[in-house]
């Protein structure tokens, strides 16, 4: 199976901070990640696919950006609509997350 | 607008079989793979099972953790997906949700598929307990 490690576990920001949330593969799975925001008691929701391209009707504020083992979500002004747990998946062989990243008030 | 409604769960005892449908409205229910995922309370995610459209041949996918105990079927004529969910185990307790999944297609004389996820139902909680 392909392990998918995530940092932080948690991330305290505020309004308006740049947020980067790294994933790690135990493989190279090329660039077959994606990256779903998941409130609470919610279903997830698919924010970037291929690695880096923004799903439609994703605000612009979100990328993604990595290949092989290394990627990186990132935020570039966070909002409070935004403060949720983050997850990585890969598809490249069968389909494994991140243990998450809640990004939470600071 | 495209969604998907899972329904089905419960209460079961350990042992007990259950069986979880999705219903899609919106998007041509054929043209696309679907999965099942579920979330332990307090969990993260992890990938049950999939199905591929009909005309890859309908072939399914699963977990290690549930090959032999779960099975996942369609019918295009009613746009449902079906997680059939035998020998129930305590570890089973899950919100399980089911996806549409989006299809990318790599080669050019042979083939390879990769699907990500693209549309999520909003959940059925299976709570398995005696």
């Known amino acids: 199976d392909i392990q998918m490690t995530q940092s932080p576990s948690t991330l305290s920001a505020s309004v308006g901070d740049r947020v980067t949330i790294t994933c790690r593969a135990s493989?190279?799975?090329?660039?077959?990640l994606a990256w779903y925001q998941q409130k609470p008691g919610k279903a997830p929701k698919l924010l970037i696919y291929?690695?880096?391209s923004l799903e439609s009707g994703v605000p612009s504020r979100f990328s993604g950006s990595g290949s092989g083992t290394e990627f990186t979500l990132t935020i570039s002004s966070l909002q409070p609509d935004d403060f949720a747990t983050y997850y990585c998946?890969?598809?490249?062989?069968?389909?494994?997350f991140g243990q998450g990243t809640k990004v939470e008030i600071k | 607008e495209v969604q998907l409604v899972e329904s089905g769960g419960g209460l079961v005892q350990p042992g007990r079989s259950l069986r979880l449908s999705c219903t899609a409205s919106?998007?041509?229910?054929?043209?696309?793979?679907m999965s099942w995922f579920r979330q332990a309370p307090g969990k993260g995610l992890e990938w049950v099972g999939l199905?591929?459209?009909?005309?890859?041949?309908?072939?399914?996918e699963y977990a290690a953790s549930v090959k032999g105990r779960f099975t996942i079927s369609r019918d295009d004529s009613k746009s449902i997906a079906y997680l059939q969910m035998n020998s129930l185990k305590t570890e089973d307790t899950a919100v399980y949700y089911c996806?549409?999944?989006?299809?990318?297609?790599?080669?050019?004389?042979?083939?390879?598929?990769?699907?990500?996820?693209?549309?999520w139902g909003k959940g059925t909680t299976v709570t398995v307990s005696s």
């Open positions: 998946q890969q598809y490249n062989r069968a389909w494994t």
């Open positions: 199905i591929r459209r009909k005309a890859y041949g309908g072939t399914t």
């Open positions: 919106g998007f041509t229910f054929g043209d696309y793979a």
């Open positions: 291929d690695a880096s």
């Open positions: 996806t549409r999944d989006r299809e990318v297609r790599v080669g050019e004389l042979f083939y390879h598929y990769y699907y990500y996820m693209d549309v």
């Open positions: 493989q190279s799975i090329s660039s077959w």
